[in-house]
């Protein structure tokens, strides 16, 4: 089965303490894998793709087919960080995706 | 990125009654979806908007109580039909053009009474 496991509802850490949201996820095949971000009365919008490589607001996410991971890391949080973060896979260039159940990330002063 | 407009923002509507959304982008796009958003759960695909033809639905969801339009390639139109109070959901439209990622309207809180 295509799914998407988020296994943390909500993540609280302090200001400055490093931050990893975990994703894992299942596909028969090669997915895309991404990040989106959702602030507090803004609209959802990608954080990060796994094929662009690069690094946002000072996240980043690496690929690990073997552990069928997409971990989302950053090593200092900041305040401006606490949103809603949703990991989703698509078929190669479908763009529907799956989303995973969403992590709340609190950083706390 | 494109921009999505997503009307209304929020409605509440009495069971048994139908509301259509809409959805624009504001530039040509290839791909056009619809999600719904449970309260508490996470996004679930309802359907892509296939432009001049039927939609594509996925599993659990059906034509008749999801029907869809998209008549142009920046326009497309999401009907709940005969709602229930378990309709209550965030719908949301998503868009995406050649090769690049979905990108998502603020979307359509409904709530069904």
């Known amino acids: 089965a295509q799914r998407v496991t988020q296994p943390e509802k909500l993540l609280s850490v302090f200001k400055g303490a490093p931050v990893e949201l975990k994703c894992n996820y299942s596909?028969?095949?090669?997915?895309?894998l991404f990040w989106y971000v959702q602030y507090s009365r803004q609209r959802l919008q990608l954080l990060l793709r796994?094929?662009s490589r690069e690094s946002i607001k000072g996240f980043t996410a690496d690929l690990n087919k073997g552990e069928t991971s997409f971990h989302l890391k950053k090593p200092f949080a900041q305040e401006e960080d606490s949103a809603m973060y949703y990991c989703?896979?698509?078929?190669?260039?479908?763009?529907?995706?799956?989303f995973g159940t969403g992590t709340r990330l609190k950083v706390l002063a | 990125s494109a921009v999505i407009s997503q009307k209304p923002s929020r409605d509440i509507c009495q069971r048994g009654t139908s509301l259509t959304i809409q959805c624009q982008v504001d530039?040509?796009?290839?791909?056009m979806f619809w999600y719904r958003q449970q309260p508490g759960q996470s996004l679930t695909l309802i359907a892509t908007?296939?432009?001049?033809?039927?939609?594509?639905?996925e599993s659990g969801f059906v034509i008749d109580k999801f029907p869809i339009s998209r008549p142009n390639l920046t326009f497309s139109t999401l009907t709940v039909s005969n709602m229930s109070p378990e309709d209550s959901s965030i719908y949301l439209c998503?868009?995406?053009?050649?090769?690049?990622?979905?990108?998502f309207g603020q979307g359509t809180r409904l709530t069904v009474v």
């Open positions: 998503s868009a995406s053009g050649v090769n690049t990622e979905a990108f």
């Open positions: 596909y028969s095949g090669s997915p895309e």
């Open positions: 796994h094929i």
């Open positions: 989703a896979l698509s078929g190669p260039g479908t763009y529907k995706y799956i």
């Open positions: 530039s040509q796009v290839t791909m």
């Open positions: 908007a296939n432009q001049g033809s039927e939609a594509t639905y």
